[in-house]
């Protein structure tokens, strides 16, 4: 039992002089001086309860607030990303819309001139088989207006 308890006084002994040694490094660290040499740093050097009640809070509350901002940067990261991924999905939507449209402009163009073109070829065919008189009367028509041009 007396191995035990004196095995435990070296270690406290060994613990106290590394806190020590801890504190005095910290005292002699320039930025360390810096600041307690402020205002701030004067008042918590004569409240030392207030001092380490400050420390403590800081210590405690840096997990959730690293947790806070790390959820808020994950939920931009998200909300870009999603915003980025329906941009890209509403262009391809777009895309086809527009793809489709013009494709049923092209195929209604198409048979819109393949029929005025049927209409201009049947028509005079058609006029000339079943009514070869009005056709007769045109080629007279056009062989008289050179003569005319002809007379000016």
């Known amino acids: 039992m007396q191995r035990s308890s004196s095995n435990n006084s070296g270690l406290a002994q060994q613990l106290g ?3 020590l040694a801890l504190l005095n490094r910290l ?9 307690m040499s402020t205002r701030i740093g004067q008042y918590l050097r004569s409240r030392p309860f207030l001092a380490l009640a400050l420390l403590m809070f800081s210590a405690m509350a840096a ?5 806070f901002l790390l959820f808020a940067l994950v939920t931009i990261v998200m909300a ?3 915003f980025v991924f329906f941009e890209v999905f509403m262009l ?3 895309g ?5 449209v013009l494709s049923g402009i092209a195929l209604f163009s198409l048979l819109v001139s393949v029929i005025v073109t049927g209409v ?3 028509i005079p065919n058609l006029l000339k088989r079943y009514y070869p008189n ?6 007279e028509s056009e062989e008289e207006t050179p003569e005319v041009k002809q007379k000016k």
Request: hydrophobic share 45%.
């Open 96 to 100: 086809i819309t527009l793809l489709s």
């Open 134 to 139: 009005v056709t007769k009367q045109r080629k």
């Open 27 to 35: 005292q002699e660290d320039p930025k360390l001086a810096q600041v």
């Open 120 to 122: 201009f070829v049947t």
């Open 92 to 94: 391809f939507v777009g």
């Open 80 to 82: 870009v990303v999603g």
């Open 63 to 67: 997990l959730p607030v690293g947790l």
């Open 17 to 19: 002089q590394r806190w």
